[in-house]
């Protein structure tokens, strides 16, 4: 693999808006996407930001309009943690996303890329992160016996042969079942009560979801099968 020069990592100042939304502290510099579209500029995007970056941070980055569907499935490795703290998948592309603001899955950004239309590769990576990772770490993170933590409830797991900088594995893509979904207004209410003082980390991660521009709600492909 050749050598490359970084991008400059990012500034993180902050302002209000015309129009009551806070800027971004955290935003790609010149040259770096803020809609990853692939896996590989997830890292790209991470690896330019200031660092420690973290969870929020990373949200700040994305271009608006963010689409996100939520969840209270608990059957993940990221599981829901209550109806003020879901799941929430973030569509960018090829690309689905998924945090939790709260619980045991909150300091896990996990990554899926589509490959065909049922069929995604899986990743995953632990933040607040405090140098540039790899390509092959998204990967490496889920990596477990001869293929991945993913494949129990993600069936029929093979070796990516398109990935030649580590083994990626591809497997079938799952999607929430419609009684586990949460409205996106239930999730906005949850962002407007939160109190900072109380519960700093959970707010710091909603208001980097809703606070920097519009959020809309998508859904999965009807044609991708629920657990």
């Not at 100042?13 to 015309?18: E, G, K, R």
């Not at 707010?203 to 980097?208: G, Q, S």
């Amino acid at each position: 693999m050749g050598c490359s020069t970084a991008p400059p990592r990012a500034t993180s100042d902050a302002s209000t808006q015309s129009d009551g939304s806070t800027s971004r502290r955290c935003t790609p510099p010149e040259g770096v996407s803020g809609s990853p579209r692939t896996i590989d500029e997830v890292v790209t995007l991470i690896n330019a930001l200031p660092s420690p970056v973290t969870i929020p941070c990373f949200l700040e980055a994305l271009d608006r309009p963010l689409y996100v569907e939520a969840t209270l499935s608990r059957v993940s490795a990221q599981p829901a943690f209550g109806e003020r703290s879901p799941r929430i998948f973030l569509f960018i592309g090829d690309v689905v996303l998924s945090v939790v603001p709260d619980g045991e899955g909150a300091p896990l950004l996990e990554l899926a890329e589509f490959v065909e239309e049922t069929r995604s590769r899986k990743a995953e990576l632990h933040l607040p992160i405090e140098t540039p990772v790899s390509p092959a770490a998204p990967y490496e993170r889920v990596r477990y016996e001869s293929g991945t933590t993913c494949g129990g409830c993600h069936s029929g797991e093979v070796r990516d042969e398109t990935i030649d900088f580590t083994d990626a594995f591809v497997s079938r893509a799952l999607r929430p079942r419609d009684t586990d979904l949460v409205e996106l207004d239930l999730l906005r209410s949850e962002w407007l009560a939160c109190s900072a003082q109380e519960e700093p980390d959970r707010c710091a991660m909603l208001d980097a979801l809703f606070a920097h521009g519009p959020v809309a709600h998508r859904s999965f492909a009807e044609s991708i099968p629920t657990l």
